[in-house]
C-alpha cells in the first residue's frame, strides 16, 4: 500500500507537470476561454499567427479587409467572422481588426495576429437642415456675410450684395456637429427690410402762370411726386409744397420734403387788339381812335393825346388794364397815328403802263384808276418828259382826265406820268399824288414790237401830217405862180 501511493502520488506529479507545460504553448486567450478543459490531441500541429489585417476598402458604415488565406477575422478579438467586411459600423469611427488562421483536421488554430491600423469608416452624406428665414436692414454695404447664420451653417458665396426685398433665397452649406456627416448644400431665405429714406432736395421750379394751373402739371424728376398733385396753384415766389422721394434703387423707403415754386405772372397776348392809326379831313369835329378786338381780362385803362379837332399828326396811346392783377401781367400800351388833314391823299389803284409801239400807230392810250378817301373830287393832269422821273416833266395841254392818248409818231423813248388831284369839298382843300413813270417807246415800222429778236424788214410807207400836206401845196402853188409872172413877164419884154 505504501508503495501504491508512492506510486500514485508520482504519477499525480507527472499529469501537473504535464498540464503545465502544455498550458504555456496554448495561445493566451485560448487559455483563458478553456482554462477548465484540458485537450491532448497528440495528432494536430501548431500554426503561425498570420500578419496584422489590411484595409482593402471602406464606406461610412463598412469596412473591408484584404484575403488571408484560411484566416478568420475579428473586431474585438472575441467574436470571429470569415467574412473580411465588417458592417454596421458608426461613420468616421476607427477600427482596429484581428486575425488568426483557422483550426483544421490537422492543425490547431493559430495565435491571434498583432491588432491593425486604424481604419476610419468614412463620413456619410449629411442632410440639409433647413432653417427659419433670416431678417436683417438694407445699408449701402451690405454683404451676404453681415447677415449671421447659426455656427454649423456658412454661405456659399459670402460676398454677394445684398438689396431690399423679401423672399431673396441664397446658397449655404450645413455641416453637422458631429463630424460624421459631409457638409450638406441648401437654400436659406432672407428678408431685407428697406432703410429709411432720405429727402434729397432740388433746385426751385419755375413756370408762367395759366388758368386752372395745378401742381401735377408741373413735371419732376424721376423719383418724386407730389403729395397733392391737384392743388391749384396761382402767381407767387417761393411757394413751398410738400412731395416725396424714393430711391430708384428701391433699397429705401419713401421720403417726404417740400419743393419750392415761383409761379411767374403770365402775359395776355393782345396781337389781336385792333388800334389802327388813321387819317382823317378836317371838318371842325373832333376825332380819336379806339382801341377794339380786346381779349378777355383786358380793358382799356386810359387813352393819352386822343379827341383831336385841328389838322396835324397826333400819337395817340392806349393804356391797359387787367381784372386778375394776381395772376396776369397788364399788357404793353400801344401807340397809333391820327392824322388830321386838309384833304386826303388820293389813293391810285392802277398806275399807267408803258408799252412799245410802232410808229404807224397814230396814238396809244395811257390811263390810271384812283379813288378819293374822303369822298373828294378828283382832277388829272399828264405830264411828258425825256428821262424816267415823275418829276419835272413838261405839262401836256389838255391831258386833264383819267385817260390820255399820246400821239407822238416820232419813233424813240418818251416817259409819262400823271398828277391826280384830290380836292375836298367841305373846305374846298387839295392834295394831289403822282403816279409812277412809265416809258412809252415808238419804234420803226416793220419791227415786230413784242420780240425784237423776231425782226423781220416790211415795206416803209410815209406818212405825212396833214398840216405838212396842206404847206406843201400851197408852197408849190406860191412857186408855180412866180415862175408864171417870171416867165410871163419874159415874154412881153421880148415882144
Not at 93 to 117: C, N
Not at 178 to 198: C, E
Not at 330 to 348: E, G, K, Y
Not at 381 to 405: M, R
Request: charged letters at 10%; proline letters at 4%; aromatic letters at 10%.
Amino acid at each position: 500500500m505504501k508503495q501504491l501511493r508512492k506510486t500514485l502520488l508520482v504519477l499525480t506529479l507527472v499529469i501537473c507537470l504535464a498540464f503545465v507545460t502544455a498550458g504555456f504553448a496554448l495561445p493566451m486567450n485560448l487559455m483563458q476561454a478553456n482554462a477548465m478543459s484540458i485537450m491532448i490531441e497528440d495528432d494536430k500541429e501548431p500554426q503561425d499567427a498570420p500578419a496584422a489585417p489590411t484595409l482593402f476598402g471602406k464606406t461610412a458604415t463598412s469596412i473591408t479587409l484584404n484575403t488571408i488565406e484560411d484566416a478568420e477575422y475579428s473586431i474585438d478579438g472575441v467574436t470571429w467572422q470569415e467574412e473580411t467586411e465588417f458592417t454596421g459600423l458608426a461613420p468616421n469611427t476607427g477600427y482596429t481588426f484581428f486575425a488568426r488562421i483557422k483550426e483544421t483536421s490537422t492543425h490547431f488554430e493559430s495565435p491571434v495576429s498583432i491588432a491593425s491600423e486604424v481604419f476610419t469608416t468614412n463620413k456619410a452624406e449629411g442632410t440639409f437642415v433647413g432653417i427659419a428665414p433670416l431678417s436683417t436692414t438694407y445699408t449701402t454695404t451690405l454683404r451676404l456675410s453681415n447677415v449671421l447664420l447659426p455656427a454649423e451653417y456658412t454661405w456659399v458665396d459670402f460676398g454677394v450684395s445684398l438689396s431690399a426685398g423679401n423672399g431673396q433665397v441664397f446658397e449655404a452649406t450645413y455641416t453637422d456637429p458631429s463630424g460624421d456627416f459631409h457638409p450638406a448644400s441648401g437654400l436659406i431665405t432672407v428678408h431685407v427690410a428697406k432703410a429709411d429714406g432720405v429727402f434729397v432736395g432740388i433746385a426751385p421750379i419755375s413756370i408762367v402762370f395759366s388758368s386752372g394751373l395745378r401742381l401735377s402739371d408741373l413735371s419732376l424728376p424721376t423719383g418724386y411726386v407730389w403729395v397733392s398733385g391737384s392743388t391749384l396753384l396761382g402767381a407767387g415766389n417761393g411757394q413751398a409744397f410738400a412731395a416725396t422721394y424714393t430711391d430708384p434703387s428701391g433699397n429705401f423707403n419713401s421720403a417726404s420734403g417740400d419743393i419750392t415754386i415761383n409761379v411767374t405772372k403770365a402775359g395776355i397776348d393782345t396781337s389781336g387788339v385792333v388800334f389802327a392809326s388813321k387819317t382823317v379831313t378836317f371838318d371842325g369835329n373832333e376825332h380819336s381812335l379806339v382801341a377794339t378786338n380786346l381779349p378777355a381780362g383786358v380793358t382799356v385803362e386810359s387813352y393819352d393825346n386822343n379827341n383831336k379837332s385841328a389838322v396835324g399828326v397826333y400819337t395817340i396811346t392806349v393804356n391797359f388794364s387787367v381784372t386778375d392783377e394776381v395772376n396776369f401781367n397788364v399788357p404793353s400800351s400801344m401807340t397809333a397815328t391820327l392824322t388830321i388833314v386838309v384833304a386826303q391823299d388820293p389813293v391810285i389803284t392802277t398806275q399807267p403802263q408803258g408799252d412799245t409801239v410802232s410808229e404807224s400807230m397814230l396814238g396809244h392810250t395811257l390811263s390810271v384808276t384812283a379813288t378819293s378817301p374822303d369822298n373828294g373830287t378828283l382832277s388829272f393832269q399828264w405830264y411828258i418828259n425825256t428821262v424816267a422821273s415823275n418829276t419835272g416833266g413838261k405839262v401836256i395841254t389838255g391831258a386833264t382826265s383819267s385817260t390820255f392818248v399820246a400821239s407822238r409818231g416820232i419813233v424813240g423813248t418818251d416817259y409819262y406820268y400823271v398828277v391826280v388831284t384830290n380836292t375836298n369839298t367841305a373846305n374846298n382843300e387839295s392834295i394831289s399824288v403822282t403816279s409812277d413813270v412809265i416809258a412809252l417807246t415808238i419804234s420803226p415800222i416793220g419791227i415786230n414790237n413784242n420780240n425784237n429778236n423776231n425782226y423781220k424788214p416790211s415795206p416803209r410807207y410815209i406818212m405825212i401830217h396833214p398840216v405838212v400836206i396842206i404847206a406843201c401845196v400851197v408852197l408849190f402853188a406860191v412857186i408855180f405862180l412866180l415862175l408864171y409872172v417870171l416867165f410871163a413877164g419874159r415874154k412881153e419884154s421880148s415882144t
